[in-house]
């Protein structure tokens, strides 16, 4: 018999709490009816300076089979907070998550970059990403070579090694998900394999909440200057000398044009 509930909640707080939190996000933008656009991350947007949908795009899921398989997933991959003794445990757990969801997006957003300034691919300028699968892929990833004996069990059933369930995933999403973030689910496994093998080590308590408190400045910053949420009560103050000639990019129309104001007044502001 397996385990009740309770006590794999138990032993699983953090990857319960993240279970829980995707799960209110998705009925919650089910409730309101809102398009996987709004809450997104795209090239075009991040260009336009919304930094703060490399967030909500983690945490979010529009399609229900996507919020099942990747929270299904997540609960097995969840036994990483239970191997301390191989040097993972909650806390390795908690700090690389933060890794993975701030990583993994800049690099599907890089990707991004170089398929369009390079490749002159304009598709990739506003294909959108919604989802927690990056860092998914990231954890499969990083147990297949910490831990390369255990199972990945998805919606229950079905039981893949996970030494080759990350690529195995990757196909399967690819297959019954056609929507599904080829991309995305690849900077997952590099960032996963750049942790799983020291290239990015050395995180700590003091690293991870100077990481999250920098990460919440930036997305408070950039949701006020994009007009995402009304925050009325910050108010970012100029630093520029207003005698000086000011530098600035005006907002109207869909291109941005860096023009240079002599007569007026006009000051830039500078976060």
Excluded at 16 to 41: D, T
Excluded at 53 to 63: E, G, K, M, Q, V
Aim: hydrophobic share 50%; glycine share 8%; charged share 10%.
């Amino acid at each position: 018999m397996g385990k009740p509930l309770v006590l794999e909640i138990w032993q699983k707080p953090a990857t319960s709490c993240i279970i829980g939190i995707c799960s209110a996000v998705w009925f919650y933008i089910q409730k309101n009816n809102i398009g996987y656009a709004n809450v997104g991350i795209s090239y075009e947007t991040a260009a336009e300076g919304h930094y703060w949908r490399l967030i909500t795009s983690a945490f979010s899921h529009i399609s229900v089979l996507h919020l099942v398989f990747n929270m299904s997933a997540l609960w097995s991959i969840g036994e990483v907070e239970q191997l301390g003794h191989i040097g993972l445990g909650v806390e390795f757990y908690l700090h690389y998550t933060l890794v993975l969801v701030v990583l993994s997006g800049l690099l599907v957003l890089g990707a991004y970059h170089i398929l369009i300034q390079k490749f002159k691919l304009e598709y990739f300028r506003r294909v959108t990403s919604v989802g927690y699968s990056c860092v998914v892929f990231g954890w499969m990833t990083i147990l297949a070579v910490k831990q390369p004996s255990s199972k990945l069990n998805l919606f229950g059933v079905l039981s893949l090694p996970i030494s080759f369930a990350p690529f195995e995933s990757l196909i399967f999403t690819s297959i019954i998900v056609p929507q599904a973030s080829f991309l995305g689910h690849l900077s997952g496994i590099v960032v996963g394999y750049s942790i799983a093998w020291g290239l990015i080590h050395g995180m700590n308590n003091y690293w991870a909440l100077s990481m999250l408190g920098w990460i919440i400045l930036v997305a408070v910053l950039s949701m006020k200057r994009t007009g995402a949420v009304d925050f009325s009560f910050i108010k970012i103050e100029s630093v520029a000398d207003p005698s000086l000639p000011t530098v600035g990019f005006p907002t109207s129309g869909t291109g941005r044009t860096l023009q240079v104001d002599i007569q007026s007044a006009r000051v830039s502001d500078l976060v």
